[in-house]
């Protein structure tokens, strides 16, 4: 088991007020596991992600990863891409490698390595502002691979895209984890886009309105490459839907 | 000589090919862009970079993909972007800029002298939105380095 979701909850407390936004989140992800969690807005579904990777902390329960309190590595992908402006494509890869690796040479190669396995040879010195909304995410993706995390953590990295844009990364994206030399070993992925997460996922984790719980955890049967235009397909959309209405 | 160019990126053109290809190779320009929610102006500059990249061919309002497109979603990452060095390097702005950048001193050109450039060919008040597209579009296909600190492009060594 990779990483285990124990019983976690979550209350944001001011003088005030005091709002519950998890409540009782119980699930464990395997190897190989591609999960998208989906749920209404304000559910609680990015907060969830926020707490597995470390960036919050639950107010109750607990994230073990491989049985251990201890966080492996795992990377994030952003909505905004949360690129440094002033950083060129390959220095923003190379500064989250300062804390792993000593050597300018091996943070210099391992950037390279990823800036081409996402298709960015030829900007590896372009500025942020210089690249389109899909070349920013690609940046995003070969920063978040770079690390070579065990998991990998997405929060809605498609919707700044424009729609073609999307369609193509979300291409590309299960083009890498398709790849056996890439990393992550399992993705865990926030989306409010139903039809995304049925076409990405094998499991897809359903949040009720706030507090978010499980309402329902599915195994996506659909063979790859999948087709949205498959009425298979749409019969697993449908079935989303309804479990979230 | 006036031309049009797409204003689209390597990315919205693989997702439109993408797309069509999931509605079986061939697919209705207007219920394309209906799918994406967009109005039909607005995936017209994908389907005119599509086509002048020969991924697609367009009649009647359909748009059916290319075998070179078959063969580009077919491959992986690596692959496609080969795939696409060979279609950019054959679009004529992009040959007539590379020939005039072997003719440059170093291979190099200024930005305001390939917004010049480009001026003469495309009819457009917005010539810099161009540059960005027509410059990424080569950068994407490995022919091209921009340099934005210096403002100037030139020659990747190996073209």
């Not at chain 1, 966080?71 to 950083?87: D, G, T």
């Not at chain 2, 979603?73 to 702005?93: F, N, Q, S």
Request: aromatic share 6%; charged share 30%.
């Amino acid at each position: 088991m990779l990483v285990e979701i124990r019983n976690v909850s979550k209350t944001y407390e001011s003088e005030a007020t005091k709002i519950q936004v998890l409540d009782s989140i119980n699930f464990s992800v395997e190897d190989n596991d591609f999960v998208c969690i989906v749920g209404p807005s304000g559910c609680g579904k990015s907060t969830l992600l926020r707490i597995i990777v470390g960036l919050e902390k639950p107010t109750s329960g607990e994230v073990i990863f491989k049985g251990k309190n201890s966080n492996p590595k795992v990377a994030m992908v952003f909505q905004n891409f949360a690129l440094f402006p002033w950083l060129s494509v390959k220095e923003n890869i190379e500064l989250v490698l300062e804390s792993l690796h000593q050597q300018e040479k091996e943070r210099e190669a391992i950037a390279c390595k990823y800036i081409k396995a996402v298709g960015l040879d030829g900007f590896e010195r372009a500025y942020p502002g210089e690249l389109s909304g899909g070349m920013k995410q690609r940046v995003g993706f070969a920063r978040a691979l770079a690390v070579e995390p065990v998991l990998l953590c997405m929060d809605e990295p498609f919707s700044s895209l424009d729609a073609l844009t999307a369609q193509n990364l979300k291409d590309e994206l299960l083009l890498l984890w398709g790849d056996p030399n890439m990393p992550p070993d399992a993705v865990i992925m926030v989306t409010h886009n139903v039809e995304e997460a049925v076409y990405l996922a094998n499991r897809i984790i359903i949040l009720s309105q706030r507090p978010g719980k499980i309402i329902a955890d599915l195994r996506i049967e659909l063979e790859r490459p999948r087709n949205r235009k498959d009425p298979e397909f749409y019969r697993w959309v449908d079935k989303v839907y309804s479990l979230i209405v | 000589m006036d031309m049009v160019f797409p204003k689209a990126t390597i990315s919205e053109i693989i997702g439109l090919l993408e797309a069509v290809n999931d509605a079986g190779g061939i697919e209705d320009a207007a219920r394309l862009a209906a799918d994406f929610d967009l109005e039909l102006d607005e995936i017209l500059p994908s389907i005119d970079g599509a086509e002048l990249l020969g991924f697609v061919s367009v009649n009647n309002g359909n748009i059916e993909l290319t075998q070179d497109a078959r063969k580009l979603l077919d491959a992986g990452i690596r692959e496609r972007k080969k795939i696409m060095r060979d279609k950019v390097a054959g679009v004529h702005i992009i040959k007539e800029l590379k020939e005039k950048l072997m003719k440059s001193q170093e291979h190099r050109m200024s930005k305001s002298e390939t917004l010049r450039f480009l001026q003469k060919r495309i009819s457009t008040s917005d010539i810099e939105s161009y540059f960005r597209i027509i410059i990424n579009w080569a950068r994407h296909a490995g022919l091209l380095h921009y340099n934005s600190d210096h403002e100037e492009i030139c020659l990747m060594a190996d073209v």
